[in-house]
T-cell receptor, first 115, second 115 residues
Framework: DAGVIQSPRHEVTEMGQEVTLRCKPI?????LFWYRQTMMRGLELLIY????????DSGMPEDRFSAKMPNASFSTLKIQPSEPRDSAVYFC?????????????FGPGTRLTVL | AQSVTQLDSQVPVFEEAPVELRCNYS??????LFWYVQYPNQGLQLLLK??????LVKGINGFEAEFNKSQTSFHLRKPSVHISDTAEYFC?????????????FGDGTTLTVKP
């Protein structure tokens, strides 16, 4: 398996622009998570899905952030409009709890820079 | 609600010395416990996990951790570290059978191995 795939790996954009981050989870995994990592705030859970349904989006910073999971193999995190304080590394992770496989598998991350 | 406290934000150690990274957790129900490692510019990857059974858990790269229920701790140890162990280490907890897909992560401990 290729693992969790994220694209793009790096994104540089200007303030006010729309940014879309993409994630392909591991096949068969039914949980998908979006995290944000910064030096100041560490690793933050933004939102997670179970069977394509958002379960908890309480970590989404504000209405500028939205996430979708149209099917089991694809999810997007969108920021519109982007701001410099959104600069961070965004990770997607997936898991399939049960039968001894409770851990999350992380993608390589998308490094977002908003100028 | 569950929580995780990593007691040391930074741990410097010389090569071939032993190391212990400390993790305490809080939960009102039974838990699963994890240690993840993050190398520079990479995503998190699983080092080891405790689900049930033996309280001493062995993981990859010579690391091990011991689950202590009475002290609600899950400290990570390695008897002799290498330069290549320099990374950030995260402790995480999931509550058993409730929101089983979601983990709460600690703030991370930066391990720096010096020659």
């Amino acid at each position: 398996d290729a693992g969790v795939i994220q694209s793009p790996r790096h994104e540089v954009t200007e303030m006010g622009q729309e940014v879309t981050l993409r994630c392909k989870p591991i096949s068969g995994h039914d949980y998908l998570f979006w995290y944000r990592q910064t030096m100041m705030r560490g690793l933050e859970l933004l939102i997670y899905f179970n069977n394509n349904v958002p379960i908890d989006d309480s970590g989404m910073p504000e209405d500028r952030f939205s996430a979708k999971m149209p099917n089991a193999s694809f999810s997007t995190l969108k920021i519109q409009p982007s701001e410099p304080r959104d600069s961070a590394v965004y990770f997607c992770a997936s898991s399939r709890p049960g039968q001894g496989a409770e851990e999350q598998f992380f993608g390589p991350g998308t490094r977002l820079t908003v100028l | 609600a569950q929580s995780v406290t990593q007691l040391d934000s930074q741990v410097p150690v010389f090569e071939e010395a032993p190391v212990e990274l400390r993790c305490n957790y809080s939960s009102s129900v039974s838990v699963y416990l994890f240690w993840y490692v993050q190398y520079p510019n990479q995503g998190l990857q699983l080092l080891l996990k405790y689900l049930s059974g033996s309280t001493l858990v062995k993981g990859i790269n010579g690391f091990e951790a011991e689950f202590n229920k009475s002290q609600t701790s899950f400290h990570l140890r390695k008897p002799s570290v290498h330069i290549s162990d320099t990374a950030e280490y995260f402790c995480a907890v999931s509550e058993w059978n409730t929101n089983a897909g979601k983990s709460t992560f600690g703030d991370g401990t930066t391990l720096t191995v010096k020659p």
